[in-house]
């Protein structure tokens, strides 16, 4: 499996973007999917996760209610659909792809993109 993340950008807070993150090789709808982010001078962190099938969805209360994770298996594609962004949202955010929720969510995916960087100016 072969993330490619986009979607990243300048965008003034308040302000909204949707993350995508397509895989090409095998078949995303096979695998649990997650968003993480890592600012400068901190480490990586969770975002949100996904299920196989988006039946059941997860997320950091950072950004509860106020960010979304989606999926269209029929085009390979995840998607991070931002909104009220913050200053303290600036980060290169990662997607990543794993058999099992467990090691989406603990950032031990077998998959993961470049990463896209956002940056929320005040």
């Known amino acids: 499996v072969l993330l490619q993340a986009s979607g990243g950008g300048l965008v003034q807070a308040g302000g909204s973007l949707r993350l995508s993150c397509t895989s090409s090789g095998r078949t995303l709808s096979r695998y649990d999917i997650g968003w993480f982010r890592q600012a400068p001078g901190k480490e990586r962190e969770f975002v949100a996760a996904?299920?196989?099938?988006?039946?059941?969805?997860f997320y950091a209360d950072s950004v509860k209610g106020r960010f979304t994770i989606s999926r269209d298996n029929a085009k390979n594609t995840m998607y991070l659909r931002m909104n009220s962004l913050k200053s303290e949202d600036t980060a290169v955010y990662y997607c990543?792809?794993?058999?099992?929720?467990?090691?989406?969510?603990?950032?031990?995916?077998?998959?993961w993109g470049q990463g896209t960087l956002v940056t929320v100016s005040s």
């Open positions: 990543s792809a794993s058999r099992t929720l467990d090691t989406v969510v603990a950032g031990k995916s077998a998959y």
């Open positions: 996904s299920r196989w099938n988006g039946g059941n969805t």
